[in-house]
């Protein structure tokens, strides 16, 4: 950032502005490059740049006690705190050894010290610091903190009365832990508990009866042991609940009829549960007016009976999706268009005995909808789609996913009508060619995300339509056998914004596509190049070149590509964080130099 100075060399910012005024800037930036190079300013940029620090991403694994320690010391103003299993963020090696020398050595440390056995992870230490350091938390993520435990988790409630967020997903905690956020954390409003296995009923009705009034949104799945009666609770207590996802074997009727009873503002609800009937689907259709967001994930026993109590009575729903409902059939889909108008988002997945007619109705009685996916539907043929096309002019988003019976006249029939059209995706409909894909490209000139994948009848025609489509930032065709040079050179010339492609299995591609993807992508960030025979080391330099932007680089099986090419991209690209490549491929050096961030399928190879 350029300071502003007078003409006596005077720093007008830091002298003129208020620190309140500075922070607030701060606050309003969108991404943490931007906070870090603000607070590079002046000594004055970087404290108010962390008072203004809000939120906190840390990697689970890498000493995370120790950064908990670090960080509530520089960080005064945090609120937001995720912890991710899956994030591996190492503490630099020289913070490591200050700390220890210090004496302020993790419990985690300790562990592996004493015990011989490593768990560099998030502990009940950690949680205490977390709450010592972070008194003012509204929002807590500890996904698969798998060392987290009841005791930690009790020493941070008692501590952060303010939270209204937590999501302990993949947590082994226990019922006196839960049971303890009900008790201090009285603000409470959103709490995940999915695949908490070591959860009975017990702490679910003591948490119920704490924070009912305030809860609002509710997870549960892979909980063997909470059963009926601790929904029960939730219906009894929780009466401003507004979502609840369920996905559990011991629930019955009678836990989700508690909750649908007990809970008249449920507006969000999402069910994988084997044992429940359409006698819950009627309940809703009569108590839950303001639902919004229907989910049914693989439901033996619901009927067109269920669907049609929903049709009745839920006439606000905007999002439903409907996944392996094996005794669904196009009935039901009628009962949701006749009397769900402002439908936005419809998902079939599977269930298939929903056809062309179902479809068809949702087209003429559903103006709003906006996206559309279908999934194994094998029933489901051109002609419902060409209504789709007619009635449903605001559609942005359509999947199609082994749809045997829908073909190119489909496909024409959405780009004709629905030219708003920002994303596409497509997987193994062989029906579809050039002809429709064409269409897509001359009259979706807004499409931003392309995915074509295995479908065979799609060529170099089709990609050079697309090219017109100049804000397109997505594209796979990954598969698509007839793609040669002269499609990826027509995306290269014509789709500057270009910041993902996916190429792999294509065998007719060589290095011409690279170096046209060079010159006229700039911005492209992710490249998947696996299965490409053609491709050498020279389209690589050529892409690298110009496009430093680079983040990740896929290109496994592509016999063209030596360990020269592999030390091109590595060097070549500032950015670069993941290359996917063959052991052999990689040179001591190349390793040396870039070790961390190359990653093999095939080690033996």
């Known amino acids: 950032m350029r300071r502003m100075r007078g003409g006596g060399g005077d720093d007008r910012i830091n002298t003129c502005l208020p620190e309140e005024l500075i922070v607030e800037i701060l606050r309003r930036l969108d991404s943490k490059p931007s906070h870090d190079a603000c607070s590079l ?4 940029w970087l404290a108010l740049e962390r008072l203004s620090r809000t939120t906190l991403r840390i990697g689970a694994t890498g000493n995370p006690d120790v950064y908990v320690n670090l960080l509530s010391r520089r960080f005064v103003n945090v609120r937001h705190v995720f912890f991710d299993e899956r994030l591996n963020i190492s503490l630099p090696v020289h913070l490591g050894s200050l700390s220890r020398r210090r004496g302020k050595k993790s419990s985690s440390y300790n562990k592996s010290e004493e015990d011989g056995v490593e768990t560099n992870s998030l502990s009940d230490a950690g949680m205490a610091a977390l709450g010592q350091g972070f008194p003012k938390l509204e929002k807590l993520s500890l996904i698969w903190c798998s060392n987290v435990s009841s005791v930690g988790l009790t020493s941070l409630a ?26 201090c954390c009285k603000q409470l409003e959103d709490l995940n508990l999915q695949f908490c296995e ?17 809860l609002k949104s509710l997870g549960i799945a892979a909980c ?118 402002e439908l936005k988002h419809l998902e079939v997945n599977g269930c298939h005995n929903i056809g062309t007619l179902g479809l068809e109705s949702i087209g003429k009685s559903c103006p709003c909808l906006t996206e559309l996916a279908l999934l194994y539907c094998q029933r489901i ?37 629905c030219r708003n059209l920002k994303k596409l995706h497509i997987r193994r409909c062989y029906e579809i060619g050039n002809k429709g894909v064409v269409a897509i490209g001359e009259h ?10 295995f479908c065979d009848r799609v060529g170099d025609e089709a990609l050079i339509a697309v090219s017109q489509c100049s804000s397109l930032q997505y594209l796979n065709v990954s598969g698509c056998h007839q793609i040669g040079d002269a499609g990826l050179i027509a995306i290269a010339r014509g789709c500057a914004e270009l910041t993902y492609l996916d190429v792999s299995v294509l065998q007719n591609l060589g290095d011409m596509s690279l170096a046209e993807l060079g010159e006229g992508c700039p911005n492209l960030k992710d490249i ?67 070790g961390s961030i190359i990653s093999y399928l095939c080690v033996d190879l």
């Open 381 to 417: 043929g051109n002609f419902a789609l060409s209504e789709i096309g007619r009635g449903c002019k605001f559609l942005q988003a359509l999947h199609l996913v082994d749809c045997s019976s829908i073909g190119d006249e489909a496909i024409c029939s959405i780009a004709k009508g």
């Open 224 to 341: 063997v042991k909470i059963t009926d009666v601790a929904l029960e609770a939730v219906g009894l207590h929780c009466k401003s609940l507004e979502s609840m996802s369920l996905d559990a074997e011991s629930i019955h009727n009678k836990g989700v009829l508690a909750v649908v009873h007990g809970c008249p503002a449920l507006k969000v609800l999402k069910l994988q549960c084997i044992n429940v009937t359409d006698d819950v689907l009627i309940a809703v259709g009569t108590c839950c007016s303001s639902m919004e967001f229907l989910a049914l994930y693989t439901f033996q026993r619901f009927t067109d009976k269920g669907l049609r109590a929903i049709g009745s009575g839920c006439k606000k729903l905007k999002n439903l999706t409907l996944s392996d409902c094996y005794f669904l059939s196009d009935k039901a889909l009628e009962s949701i268009a006749i009397g769900c108008k």
């Open 444 to 453: 979706c000139r807004s499409l931003t995300d392309l995915s074509l994948r």
């Open 158 to 183: 008692e501590k952060c009365g303010l939270l209204k967020s937590l999501d302990l997903q993949g947590c082994y905690v226990g019922d006196q832990g839960v049971a303890a956020v009900g008790k």
């Open 528 to 594: 998947v190049l696996s299965h490409c025979r053609q491709i050498t080391d020279v389209g690589l330099n050529h892409l690298v070149k110009n496009c430093t932007m680079l983040s990740s680089c896929h290109m496994v099986y592509c016999q063209g590509i030596t360990s020269a090419g592999v030390a091109t991209v590595v060097s070549s690209c500032p950015n670069i964080k993941k290359v996917l490549v063959e052991k052999w491929k990689v040179s001591q050096r190349t390793k040396r130099r870039a």
């Open 41 to 44: 300013v002046s000594k004055r």
């Open 198 to 214: 070591g959860l009975t009923d017990a702490c679910l009705v003591e948490l119920a009866s704490g924070v009912g009034k305030s």
